[in-house]
């Protein structure tokens, strides 16, 4: 696990555009994707991403990476959740 400001730190070393959020217990997400690859930890709590595939739950100092494109949803745990997500940086051309 880690506080919220190590997760942040650690986060920005891989990713752009770093925010953090929370939700109250049992918050849904309706279906959707992003344009982007996103890489989230979970900072406090737990939530479910409901990918086409599975089901990824994430806890407190978990870490995701979903690829560009991914349709998902998401429910929070019945405690809430605390979580920072950012886009994953692209290579610079050489």
């Known amino acids: 696990m ?3 400001s190590e997760l942040r730190a650690k986060l920005e070393r891989e990713a752009e ?3 953090s959020w929370s939700n109250g217990p ?3 997400y309706a279906e959707h994707k992003h344009p982007y ?3 989230l930890y979970c900072v406090e709590g737990a939530i479910d991403f409901v990918l086409p595939e599975r089901v990824l739950h994430l806890a407190a100092g978990d870490r995701m990476e979903l690829p ?3 349709s998902h949803s998401a429910r929070v745990g ?3 959740c605390v979580c920072v997500e950012g886009r994953r ?6």
């Open 37 to 39: 690859t996103k890489i």
């Open 17 to 19: 555009g770093c925010y």
């Open 78 to 80: 019945r405690d809430g």
């Open 26 to 28: 049992d918050n849904v």
């Open 2 to 4: 880690g506080s919220l």
């Open 68 to 70: 560009a494109g991914t």
């Open 89 to 94: 940086r692209t290579m610079d051309p050489e």
